[in-house]
């Protein structure tokens, strides 16, 4: 059964202070493991897709790298703005690329 | 804005009562995904629609969910004798040639 994994659950943040939330899968067939953020009261905003390990992707102060089993989202110097929910999900080895969620991280960043 | 807009954004029904949900996906795209999220948890996908046929259901999909997408465009999920267990935010997602999936803002249902 695919399985994906996010931790921690939850994360205090100071501005300024640098950290990684983690996605660890167990998918058969993985093409492709998703990054999203949801903000409270709102549907996913789609941030990255990556494919194969070592491939790296970046937007603003975020960048989500991926391994053979884990994938990693970097936030260098978070702004309270940062704060939000970050999902990750993999569509496994099924024709309708149907995604598997992780449980989130809860990111909450203090000025 | 990614092209996919959910109406009503927030329901709050009696147990018992029906319920239906719009979903409307810009076009050109042929993939439409329905999704459930309890809160604290991630979504979870419930079915999904290539043009207009249902192509596969989840367990979660009890015999009261049905969902449609006539002519291949909007989509309406209904939740039929509603029990509190059915509270829950339920998004819906567009795709076309890539993997990605692109969600609405979500309708919150809540069943007193």
């Known amino acids: 059964e695919d399985q994906v994994t996010q931790s921690p659950e939850a994360l205090r943040l100071q501005e300024g202070e640098s950290s990684s939330l983690n996605c660890s899968y167990t998918?058969?067939?993985?093409?492709?493991l998703f990054w999203y953020r949801q903000d409270p009261g709102k549907g996913p905003e789609f941030l990255f897709t990556?494919?194969?390990a070592g491939e790296e992707k970046e937007k603003e102060r975020l960048k989500a790298t991926l391994t053979k089993k884990e994938s990693f989202l970097h936030i260098t110097a978070p702004k309270p703005e940062d704060s939000a929910t970050y999902l990750c999900?993999?569509?496994?080895?099924?024709?309708?690329?149907?995604?598997?969620f992780g449980g989130g991280t809860r990111l909450m960043v203090k000025p | 804005d990614t092209g996919v807009s959910q109406d009503p954004r927030h329901k709050i029904t009696k147990r018992g009562q029906n319920v239906t949900f719009r979903c409307d996906p810009i076009?050109?795209?042929?993939?439409l995904y329905w999704y459930r999220q309890t809160l604290g948890q991630g979504p979870e996908f419930l079915t999904y629609?290539?043009?207009?046929?249902?192509?596969?259901k989840s367990r979660l999909l009890s015999d009261r969910f049905s969902a449609e997408r006539p002519k291949g465009s909007f989509s309406t999920l209904e939740i039929q004798r509603t029990e509190q267990g059915d509270s829950a935010m339920y998004l819906c997602?567009?795709?076309?040639?890539?993997?990605?999936?692109?969600f609405g803002p979500g309708t919150r249902l809540t069943v007193l």
């Open positions: 076009s050109e795209h042929n993939r």
């Open positions: 997602a567009r795709s076309s040639f890539g993997n990605e999936q692109f």
């Open positions: 990556l494919y194969s």
């Open positions: 629609f290539q043009n207009e046929a249902q192509l596969e």
């Open positions: 998918v058969s067939g993985l093409r492709g």
């Open positions: 999900a993999a569509p496994g080895e099924n024709a309708g690329n149907m995604l598997t």
